[in-house]
């Protein structure tokens, strides 16, 4: 990453004649700036999260579900005073916490912005495949533990949650694919 952007700037530098930092001029005029972020028209908060559902169906919600959860666990964590540095109850890593919270602080950075595109939500997607996995890893965890006579049966409905996901991805493609056949 550093040595990219250290490129990046001696490059545009070159061609600039004077010291040039795109990356922070984008920022600075995007976020910033008085007019940059109206500019290209703007889009209402919930854009990113209609577009989220049609990218990635099921996930968004079990993200949602499962941010509440954690959430809730976290106030507990904090007011009881239970918080250890390496791992939080339950065996959730705080190397864990802190891949999961950097998605949900993009997109809810992106989301607060007037002008939204669904470019900038491509550097999290694998993030959010990788916090679905996750969620879905400590939720059949967590229910295995609360209802152990039940394990079989959730284990079942992840396997079908899996299954539902895969075929409505695969239809989503293929619509695409022959959409932009006609």
């Known amino acids: ?14 061609y600039y004649g004077k010291a040039v930092f795109s990356s922070l001029n984008i920022v600075l005029y995007n976020v ?16 990113y999260i209609f577009n989220l559902f049609l990218n990635f169906n099921f996930v968004p919600f079990i993200l ?20 250890s540095k390496r791992k939080l109850r339950d065996g ?4 864990e916490v802190c891949t999961m919270l950097s998605m949900y602080l993009w997109v809810l950075n992106f989301a607060l912005q007037p ?11 694998p993030l959010i495949s990788l916090n679905a996995a996750l969620a879905l ?29 895969i075929l409505l991805s695969i239809s989503r493609t293929i619509a695409l694919y022959k959409g932009k056949l006609k």
């Open 115 to 125: 002008h939204k595109e669904e470019r900038f939500m491509y550097p999290v997607y």
């Open 92 to 95: 959730l890593s705080v190397k």
């Open 137 to 165: 890893v400590n939720i059949q965890k967590l229910l295995s533990t609360f209802l152990p006579k039940l394990q079989k049966t959730v284990t079942f409905f992840i396997g079908i949650f899996f299954l539902a996901f």
């Open 64 to 83: 949602t579900v499962y941010i509440i959860y954690l959430t809730c666990q976290g106030v507990v964590l904090i007011n009881s005073k239970l918080f």
């Open 1 to 14: 990453m550093f040595y990219q952007q250290t490129v990046t700037i001696l490059v545009d530098s070159y």
């Open 32 to 47: 910033f700036s008085s007019n940059g972020p109206e500019l290209y028209g703007t889009e209402p908060f919930s854009y």
